[in-house]
C-alpha cells in the first residue's frame, strides 16, 4: 500500500511540475506576441519606447522556455520597424536599410567574390557596384547603356559580370582589375531569352529567340548543346556533372545531361521514359517557371512558379521533394543560403521571404517595405545579410538574424524602460530588468 501511495505522490508532483511548465511556456509565448505587437502600434514619434518594447519582447523569445521558432516573425518584425524609426531620414523619406540610385525598376543584384561589395541592374540600363559597409555612398557605375537590362549574373570566379538585355542580346563586363587591361567589355548582340555562365569555364550558355541551346566561349566559338519548342525564362548548369536546367513558360522543367543530344523538346507530348534520357522534360503543371537555384549540396533543385509556390527537386532520384506555398502572386526570385538550410524568395505580391528548409512548421521571415512588386534577392557570401531590389528602384538591406536589430536598438537608444513603462508593457508581476547596458 505504501508503494502505491509513494508512485501516485510522484505521478502527481511530476504532472503539477509538467503543468506548470506549460502554463509558464505559454505565458511566455503570449508576453512575446503581446509586446511584439504593442511594439508594431507604437507610434513612430515615440521612437525610443517602441524600440525598448520590442527588444524586450526578443530577449524574452531568446531565452525563453519556447521553442525557438514561436512567436519569430512576430519578433523580428517587431525589431525591424523599431529600427526604421531609429535614425529615420525625415526629408528624404529613408531609412537606414534603403538605398537607391536607379531611376527604374531594380531587375538584379548579386555578390561577387568580395563580401563588402554588391552589384545592381536595372530596367534603366545600368549597372552599378555598392559597398555594403557604406550603403548611403555614391555606387560605382559599372556598366550603362540604352538598353533594358532584364538579368545580371556574376561568373563563379567573381571576374566577369553578364548583363541580359531585353531582345538585345547581352554583355559581358568585366570587374577584376587584374584582367581589366586583357579583357574589355564583350557584346554579344544575338538575341537571346536568358543566359548563364558556366561553372568553372570561361563559356556560357544561351537561348536564342529560335529555341536553339547555344554554349559560347569568350573567343566567340559556338556548340550547340541542344533545342527547346518551348518559352525558357531561366537556365541553371548543375557544376558537378554539367546538367542543363531550363525552366519554361509552359510549366515543363527541361533538362540536358552530358554528353548534350541536340534535338527539339516535346510541346504536347513529354517523352515516357524521360528518366532514362540524356534529355528529359517533366510537366510540373501549367504554371510558368521564372527562377531556379541548386542547393550548394548539388542535390536539391528549388524552382520558384507563377503560381506563387516554390517545387523543391530531388536531382539525383528526379522527382518532387515538396511543394512550399505562401507568397500570393508570381515568384519572381530564388537563392540557396551558403550553408543551403534556408531560402530567399521574392514575389509580385511585395514580399520577400526567408524560408528555413530544416522546419516546415517554421513560418518564413517575411520582408515587405517595399512599394512595389520584389523583382531580386541575393544572400550575401556568408549568409548573414539579404538583399533585395524592386520595382519601386530601391534597394533594401536585411538582416537574417534579429540579433542584429538587437545589437542597434543597444546602440542607438541611451535609456531603459522606466519602472512605469515596465509595469504597463511587461507586467508588474514580472522582476524589472535591464537589457542593455
Known amino acids: 500500500m505504501r508503494f502505491i501511495i509513494t508512485t501516485t505522490l510522484l505521478f502527481t508532483l511530476n504532472c503539477s511540475f509538467t503543468q506548470n511548465k506549460v502554463d509558464n511556456d505559454s505565458r511566455i509565448t503570449e508576453l512575446v506576441m503581446s509586446m511584439s505587437q504593442r511594439s508594431l502600434v507604437m507610434p513612430g514619434y515615440l521612437t525610443d519606447l517602441k524600440a525598448l518594447i520590442a527588444i524586450q519582447a526578443y530577449h524574452f523569445w531568446k531565452n525563453g522556455d519556447i521553442e525557438p521558432y514561436v512567436s519569430h516573425l512576430n ?15 525625415s526629408i528624404r523619406n529613408r531609412v537606414y536599410n534603403q538605398v537607391g540610385l536607379h531611376s527604374n525598376r531594380v531587375t538584379s543584384v548579386v555578390f561577387g567574390t568580395d563580401p563588402n561589395y554588391y552589384y545592381s ?52 563586363i568585366p570587374t577584376d582589375e587584374n584582367i581589366q587591361e586583357d579583357l574589355s567589355i564583350i557584346e554579344d548582340p544575338q538575341p537571346v531569352q ?38 525558357v525564362n531561366q537556365l541553371k548548369v548543375d557544376e558537378q556533372d554539367g546538367t542543363i536546367y531550363a525552366g519554361t513558360e509552359q510549366g515543363v522543367l527541361e533538362a540536358w545531361e552530358k554528353p548534350y543530344e541536340v534535338k527539339e523538346s516535346p510541346v504536347k507530348d513529354i517523352m515516357q521514359y524521360w528518366k532514362q534520357q540524356s534529355y528529359f522534360g517533366y510537366k510540373l503543371g501549367s504554371f510558368s517557371i521564372n527562377c531556379m537555384d541548386i542547393s550548394p549540396d548539388g542535390k536539391t533543385l528549388a524552382i520558384g512558379r507563377d503560381r506563387g509556390d516554390v517545387i523543391l527537386w530531388n536531382i539525383q532520384k528526379k522527382e518532387l521533394i515538396r511543394i512550399i506555398s505562401g507568397h500570393q502572386s508570381t515568384v519572381t526570385d530564388i537563392q ?102
Open 75 to 89: 519578433v523580428y518584425k517587431a525589431l525591424y520597424e523599431a529600427n526604421k524609426y531609429l535614425g529615420y531620414d
Open 121 to 172: 541592374s536595372s530596367a534603366d540600363g545600368s549597372v552599378l557596384k555598392w559597398d555594403l559597409s557604406n550603403p548611403h555612398g555614391i555606387p560605382e557605375t559599372v556598366y550603362d547603356s540604352d538598353k533594358i537590362i532584364q538579368s545580371i549574373e556574376m561568373s563563379k570566379d567573381g571576374k566577369v559580370l553578364m548583363a541580359i538585355f531585353y531582345q538585345n542580346g547581352l554583355a559581358l
Open 194 to 231: 536568358t543566359a548563364t555562365f558556366i561553372p568553372g569555364q570561361r563559356k556560357y550558355l544561351s537561348v536564342t529567340q529560335d529555341g536553339n541551346l547555344l554554349m559560347k566561349g569568350f573567343d566567340a566559338k559556338t556548340q550547340h548543346v541542344g533545342k527547346t519548342a518551348l518559352r
Open 336 to 437: 540557396f543560403n551558403p550553408k543551403g538550410n534556408l531560402l530567399l524568395t521574392t514575389s509580385r505580391d511585395g514580399t520577400a521571404r526567408i524560408w528555413d528548409l530544416r522546419e516546415s512548421k517554421k513560418l518564413p521571415i517575411i520582408l515587405d517595405d517595399h512599394d512595389d512588386w520584389v523583382f531580386t534577392g541575393s544572400f550575401n557570401p556568408s549568409g548573414t545579410q539579404v538583399i533585395t531590389g524592386g520595382g519601386d528602384e530601391f534597394i533594401r538591406t536585411w538582416p537574417v538574424d534579429p540579433a542584429y536589430f538587437a545589437f542597434r536598438i543597444c546602440v542607438m537608444v541611451n535609456r531603459t524602460m522606466t519602472q512605469e513603462e515596465w509595469n504597463e508593457f511587461v507586467g508588474s508581476d514580472i522582476p524589472y530588468e535591464v537589457i542593455c547596458e
